[in-house]
C-alpha cells in the first residue's frame, strides 16, 4: 500500500521551461514533506522541504507547493536546466521527530538543451 | 567533511550465500537508516539506529536480515542466506540528532543475487 505517490514515471521538458513534478500522499499523519534528487550511481541528495503549516517553499528556481486539504504537493523549476536531468523522489514523514522517511517512486526528468 | 560511505558498491552473489554490506555514517551523526530499492520501485525503509540502539526496525523484510551498530559507528547489513528477491540497491542515511535534519544518503551498495 503506497503511502506517497508519484504517478508520472517520467517527463521531459525543453531547456528554459518550467518543469513541475507532482506527488500525492495518503496518510494524514505526515507533516513534513520533502523533495530529494538523484543522478544514476549516487545517493539521493535533499532538495527541498515543506511542513504542512506552509503552502509554499521556494529556493532559487525550486519552488515547493503543498495543498493539505487534496494531500497533494508539487516541485517547480524554473528555468530547467539540462544539470537538472535525474530522477525526483517525493518524500514524507512526521515532523518534530528523526522518524523515517517514505518515499514515492521517482520521476525520471529529462531537459533537452 | 566526508559524506556517508559505503562498501561495496556493487555485490554480485549467488542464491543462499551471505552477503554484509557496511555503511559509515557521517562523523556525529547519531541517527543511521538503511533503505532498499527494488528496481523501478520506491526507496522502502529497512531500519534506524539511534546510536548504537534499533530505534525502528519495522522495514526489516524477514529474519534473513540482520543489521548492526556496534558502538554507534559504522553499520552492517547482513543478508543470510541471500535470496533472488533481496536484489537491489541499498542504501544508507544519516543524520544529527537535531529533529527533522536532513538525512544525507550513501551511494549505495548494488546487490544482485542470481
Known amino acids: 500500500d503506497q503511502q506517497v505517490k508519484q504517478n508520472s514515471p517520467s517527463l521531459s521538458v525543453q531547456e528554459g521551461r518550467i518543469s513541475i513534478l507532482n506527488c500525492d500522499y495518503t496518510n494524514s499523519m505526515f507533516d513534513y514533506f520533502l523533495w530529494y534528487k538523484k543522478y544514476p550511481a549516487e545517493g539521493p541528495t535533499f532538495l527541498i522541504s515543506?511542513?504542512?503549516?506552509?503552502d509554499k517553499n521556494e529556493d532559487g528556481r525550486f519552488t515547493v507547493f503543498l495543498n493539505k486539504s487534496a494531500k497533494h504537493l508539487s516541485l517547480h523549476i524554473v528555468p530547467s536546466q539540462p544539470g537538472d536531468s535525474a530522477v525526483y523522489f517525493c518524500?514524507?514523514?512526521?515532523?518534530?521527530?528523526?522518524?523515517?522517511?517514505?518515499f514515492g517512486k521517482g520521476t525520471l526528468l529529462t531537459v533537452n538543451p | 567533511e566526508a559524506g556517508v560511505t559505503q562498501f561495496p558498491s556493487h555485490s554480485v552473489i549467488e542464491k543462499g550465500q551471505t552477503v554484509t554490506l557496511r555503511c559509515d555514517p557521517i562523523s556525529g551523526h547519531d541517527n543511521l537508516y538503511w533503505y532498499r530499492r527494488v528496481m523501478g520501485k520506491e526507496i522502502k525503509f529497512l531500519l534506524h539506529?539511534?546510536?548504537?540502539?534499533?530505534?525502528?526496525e519495522s522495514g526489516m523484510p524477514n529474519n534473513r536480515f540482520l543489521a548492526e551498530r556496534t558502538g554507534g559507528t559504522y553499520s552492517t547489513l547482513k543478508v543470510q542466506p541471500a535470496e533472488l528477491e533481496d536484489s537491489g540497491v541499498y542504501f544508507c542515511?544519516?543524520?544529527?540528532?537535531?529533529?527533522?535534519?536532513?538525512?544525507?544518503f550513501g551511494p549505495g551498495t548494488r546487490l544482485t543475487v542470481l
Open positions: 539506529f539511534v546510536k548504537e540502539s534499533k530505534q525502528d
Open positions: 518524500a514524507a514523514k512526521r515532523l518534530g521527530s528523526n522518524y523515517k522517511l517514505t
Open positions: 515543506i511542513s504542512s503549516i506552509k
Open positions: 542515511a544519516s543524520s544529527t540528532g537535531i529533529f527533522d535534519n536532513e538525512q544525507f
